[in-house]
């Protein structure tokens, strides 16, 4: 069964910095691209980043970029997101996934199937 957990979520304000974890299990997680995406309150779902198997290839929104760096360790199954000069907008949740197919790239919400519960990210002062 596929589990994606994340966490580091919390409360932060505007110019601070969180970092993102995912961790995996049930899948080959060397095999998979994997990306974060989010849901603001009140929008749907955006893609945030994604990162190929081999961390070689990794791409972001505008919105993000420059300000978010994603990464991964295939030896620890996990995933993490360090977004630095938060700003009020990127409050969300924050999910990670799992690329759809094995080896396949992409960095549109319908490349990734399964994401976990979520993690609470809020940029408040």
């Known amino acids: 069964e596929v589990q994606l957990v994340e966490s580091g979520g919390g409360l932060v304000q505007p110019g601070g910095s969180l970092r993102l974890s995912c961790a995996a299990s049930g899948f080959t997680f060397s095999s998979y691209a994997m990306s974060w995406v989010r849901r603001a309150p009140g929008k749907d779902l955006e893609w945030v980043s994604s990162?190929?198997?081999?961390?070689?290839?990794?791409t972001y929104a505008d919105s993000v970029k420059g300000r978010f760096t994603i990464s991964r360790d295939n030896a620890k199954n996990t995933l993490w997101l360090q977004m630095n000069s938060l700003k009020p907008e990127d409050t969300a949740v924050y999910y990670c996934a799992k690329g759809r197919a094995p080896f396949k790239y992409g960095y549109n919400l319908q490349d990734y199937d399964y994401w976990g519960q979520g993690t609470q990210v809020t940029v408040s002062s």
């Open positions: 990162i190929s198997t081999r961390s070689l290839i990794t």
